[in-house]
């Protein structure tokens, strides 16, 4: 599949938002420190030219730097104790795994998970609190840790604008029970018998060179 530099340039960032915060990488705290890092990680995939990378490169060390003026204004409130982490629950039938950006530990022992937007710049309470990934990272991170209260935060990086929203008991519970159903039927879907039906996603679809193999497509 062809490489798209949305990806790319989420990527090199994330990749220095979690050095940035990991307790045990000390070498990127400062502007210059993360802008050194962003070009150690830069990811140059799916760019139209060489100029329109640098271009991306100049914004990207842009967001960085307000990023780190930002937090050295006003510090998280948790200490960091997860960045880029695997996490698995097994919930029977499969096994639900996913990596979180961040995970903070705020000072009354709340877990908060904290994933990062690269491409908008602003987030609601209500976006978060309906999210599918925020809602399977709370069960990912209650599985770990069933005694402490999860909430997940959504924090887009261009403007530092960020909302928080937690799952109830019973939300959770039902949460798990529709990914349960959705869980069986794509464990009991007979994908040789399955045709792919052309739709208004089509044209924009990272699978489409995937779906145009089977003979009876016709994307016209
Ligand atoms: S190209 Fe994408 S949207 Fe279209 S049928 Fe295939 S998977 Fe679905």
């Not at 960032?13 to 890092?37: C, F, I």
């Not at 060489?50 to 050295?72: C, D, H, N």
């Amino acid at each position: 599949l062809r490489s798209k530099h949305y990806y790319s340039f989420g990527s090199s960032l994330h990749k220095v938002l979690e050095r940035l915060h990991d307790s045990r990488d000390g070498g990127v705290k400062t502007v210059d420190q993360v802008v050194a890092a962003l070009e150690e990680s830069w990811i140059d995939a799916g760019y139209g030219s060489q100029q329109e990378m640098q271009e991306a490169m100049g914004e990207g060390k842009a967001i960085l730097a307000s990023y780190v003026e930002r937090i050295e204004e006003s510090p998280p409130a948790g200490v960091t104790i997860l960045v880029e982490k695997m996490l698995r629950a097994d919930l029977g039938p499969f096994v639900l795994i996913g990596r979180v950006d961040r995970v903070d530990e705020w000072p009354d022992g709340t877990l908060e998970i904290v994933d990062y937007k690269s491409g908008r710049s602003a987030i609601s309470a209500e976006e978060v609190h309906h999210d599918l990934a925020m809602s399977c990272y709370q069960i990912l991170v209650r599985e770990g840790f069933p005694d402490r209260p999860v909430v997940a935060s959504i924090l887009a990086i261009r403007s530092g604008t960020a909302a928080t929203a937690s799952l109830n008991a019973d939300e959770l519970a039902e949460f798990r029970l529709s990914l349960l159903e959705l869980g069986e039927i794509i464990l009991s879907r007979d994908y040789d018998e399955l045709v792919p039906v052309p739709n208004d996603l089509c044209p924009t679809c990272d699978f489409l060179p995937l779906c145009r193999r089977h003979p009876d497509f016709n994307l016209s």
